[in-house]
């Protein structure tokens, strides 16, 4: 049993469809639960469909309409004359998402995101999964909510582990007694009162993990558009590097710093079963990608993991006392509240630096909290260099020309907050 992953960009169009279609022929030939995003830029759509709709911003209608289109030539392009199921389908989708969007909203924007933005991996799953049937690949498809259950913390969903293995093993692997391959949605959860949740943005690779983890999988792919983990962002960085094998802890450290091959969650549970992952091309499957997997094999190369839009918060106390525990916890639990993570920590005794993503629909009502009890510094539109095997050498290369604000090292990692000069 093995678990694939297809992200947006692997089923943005008909095309990259009878793609997947293909590595679902040729390497699809053991049990296969395959866990599918939204086709191309559908979640960000659907944002904006959320917030046109919540903060009355624009016209809903057009929004839904572009959508319709997009997903309706995909199904055209595919199924050409026999279409009529399928659009039948994803009109009852569309149906569904106007419904969420006929009431006035309440003031709960988490939990109509979520029923809103999930559709994106419902549409997605519900076309390919037709579109291999109709091909002769035989599949089922699942609904996840029925399967990963989480609480109610809407759009960052905390799964219900016991639970959720449960389900898959009474509900989805049975299906395998009449098929090889089961299709389901990543990113999506369902609630106790069969509300939808999301898992967060990027959350499919979680949910590939997890499907993995109580199906005891052998293994798990996820097909990228790049050829693997690569050792910088190529958007950034020239000359960039594949990185053939990573340990888990390797993986864990390059994800949490800001990698974004693979969503951070990913590897924790596949680490404690042990279950091999690999992250390869879908443009290039027979090349061997990366393999994360416990070994004695430290990386060797130098990585890079570059951010931008970041802010850098120096947070003081207003009293005369210390940036110690007590103002910690405080400060702590209102970043866990705006579900905003600490990319980069330094502490001083009157001081505290942090630096986060400038996420505005977080950051905005996080700073006017935190105002309340500290003096809030903040620095916009800086810029996170992590680098993993670093030397002096390459520090000096890095930080020519600009300015750093503040910066930490570890055996390992070095870490710079810039700024332009
Ligand atoms: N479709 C979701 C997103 O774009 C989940 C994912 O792609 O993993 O964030
Ligand atoms: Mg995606």
Redesign the pocket.
Known sequence: MQVFKF???SVKDADSVKNVASILQKYGTTLTIVVI??MGKT?NKLEELANAWFYKKENTDAVLNELKTFHLSVIENLFGKNSEKIINDIENVFVELSWAIEEEPSSHYNHHYDQIVSQGEVLATKIVSAYLNFIGINNIWMDARGILQTDNSYREGKVDYALSESLVQSQLLPQFKNTDIVITQGFIGGTSENYTTTLGR?G?DYTAALLAYFANAEKVIIWKDVPGVLNADPKYFKNTKKIDELTYHDAIELTYFGTSVIHPKTIKPLQNKNIPLYVKSFLNPAEAGTLVRDSDKRVEVTSYIFKINQILFSIQPKDFSFIAEDNLSAIFSLFSKYNVHANMIQNSAISFSVCVDDDENKIEPLISELQEQFKVLYNKDVQLMTIRNYNNEIIAKLSENKIVLIEQRSRNTHQMVMKEE
């Open positions: 992200g947006g960009a995003s939204a979640t990027e499919s």
